[in-house]
C-alpha cells in the first residue's frame, strides 16, 4: 500500500491533520489502534466556541452538550469565588462525537480511516502496522501522550475522571478545586454534562489518583458512577522538534495541551491544521522549509502563552496550601468581575496575573513567587 502521508492516531489533532492533507488532493491515511473513533474518550470536553471555529468545526446536535456560565474556583481552606465565564463562551462537548464529527470531515476530503490498526515501528520505505507495511512519504506521529512517555516522564501526571450522576453537579457550572496536599502541583475538577450528571476529575504529583478521587465524591454526596478513566497528562510544554526527517509530531505528542490545565482540543487541534497545511505545501514543492513551517506557525500563535503558562506552573508547583489561601483572600470583587469581563479561555495568563495579586496586595506570596511573577509579568 502507498499513501503520500500516514497518520497514527485518530483524534483531533491526527483527523484535523487528515482533513488538511485531503482537501489539498493527496493521499493519506489515518490509523487508530482503538475499536471506535472517539473512545475511550479521556477529555472533559471544555472547548471555547471560537476555538471550535478555528479548527473549523461547527458542532453538530450531538456533539455539543451544553453552555458553561460559571467556574467557581475554591481555595485548600474552602473560601471560593465565582467567575461567570459566560462572555468567554466555553461549551462542553462530547468528545466521541466531536472526534467522529471531524473524522467525517476528513472522509469528505477524501481521507481513508482504519481502527484496530496500531503503528508498530518507521521502515525505510514508510511505517509497519500490526497488520502490514505501508509506503508513505511522510510519517505523522499523533499518538498523544503515549507517544512522550518513552521520552520524558517528569512532564507527565497521573490523572483519574469518572463520569457521574449526581444531584449535586449543576448545570452550567465548572468547578476546579485547590489543595497542595491533595493535588500537589494540580487541582480537582467537576465538569457538568447537564444536570445531575458530568466529570469529576483529578491529577497531581506522586498521589493515587483513584483514592483522591474516591475521597472527594465521598466528601460531595451521593453519586452513581458511569464511567471511569485513568490516563496520563503531559504539563511541560512543547518539545524541542516537532518535525524530525520525514516524521512529524502533532498534538498532545507534541506536547501542545496547555501545561497548566492540560487541556489541549483547541491548541493541539491547532497543531493538527497547520501541520496538515505545511505537509500539503512540502508535497507540493518537495522543499523542507515548507515543512518547518507548521512549528514556525504553532510557536507564533502559541509559543509565548505557553512559556507563561508553564512560569504559571512553576509559581503553583512552589506555593504551599497557607499561600493559596492567602492569594484567595487577596482577590477582591472588582478583580473577579475584571477577569468575568476580560478572560480568554484559551489565552488564560492574563487572569492568572490578576489572580495572583499583582497589584501588590499580599507580601508573603510575592516574597515566594518572587522571581517568577517578574517573567510573568515580562
Ligand atoms: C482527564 C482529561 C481531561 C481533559 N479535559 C480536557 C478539556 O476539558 N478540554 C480540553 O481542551 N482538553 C482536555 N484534555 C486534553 C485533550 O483530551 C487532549 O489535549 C486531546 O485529546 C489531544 O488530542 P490528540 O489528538 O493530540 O491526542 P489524543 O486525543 O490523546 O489521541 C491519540 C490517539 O492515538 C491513538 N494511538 C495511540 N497509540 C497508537 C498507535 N501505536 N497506533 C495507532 N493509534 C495510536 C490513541 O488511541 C488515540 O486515539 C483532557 C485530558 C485528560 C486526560
Known sequence: MNFDVVIAG???????????????????????????????????????????????????????????????????????FEINSAKQKVIEISRRELDKQIAFQAQK????IKVRTSFQEITDTGIRTNNEKINCKIFVDARGVSSLIHKDRTGILSSAQYEIYADWIKKGKV????????????FAW????????????????????????EKILKEKGEYSTIRKIYAPIWIKGPIKKFVEGKTVIIGDAAGQAKPTTAGGIFTSGMGGVYAGQAISEFLKTNNKADLEQYQKK???RFGKEFEKQLLAR?????????????????????????????????????????????????????????????????
Open 10 to 80: 485518530g483524534s483531533v489533532a491526527g483527523l484535523l491533520c487528515a482533513r488538511e492533507i485531503a482537501r489539498n488532493g493527496n493521499t493519506v491515511l489515518v490509523i487508530e489502534e482503538d475499536y471506535e473513533i472517539g473512545t475511550p474518550e479521556h477529555c472533559g470536553g471544555l472547548v471555547s466556541l471560537s476555538g471550535l471555529e478555528e479548527l473549523g468545526v461547527i458542532p453538530f446536535r450531538k456533539t455539543f452538550d451544553h453552555a458553561i456560565e460559571s467556574a467557581e474556583i475554591t481555595a485548600p481552606n474552602g473560601t471560593s
Open 109 to 112: 476530503n477524501g481521507a481513508i
Open 175 to 186: 468547578e476546579v478545586i485547590f489543595d497542595q496536599e491533595k493535588y500537589p502541583g494540580f
Open 190 to 213: 467537576i465538569i457538568p454534562s447537564g444536570e445531575g450528571k458530568g466529570k469529576v476529575g483529578v491529577a497531581g504529583k506522586g498521589i493515587n489518583v483513584s483514592e483522591s478521587l
Open 298 to 300: 504553532w510557536t507564533a
Open 314 to 378: 512553576k509559581i503553583l508547583e512552589r506555593v504551599d496550601n497557607n499561600t493559596i489561601n492567602k492569594l484567595f483572600e487577596s482577590i477582591t470583587p472588582e478583580i473577579i468581575k475584571d477577569i468575568s469581563e476580560k478572560d480568554d479561555f484559551d489565552f488564560h495568563t492574563s487572569s492568572i496575573i490578576k489572580l495572583l495579586g499583582l497589584k501588590g496586595s499580599i507580601k508573603t506570596a510575592q516574597t515566594l513567587i518572587g522571581g517568577e511573577i517578574k517573567k510573568l509579568l515580562s
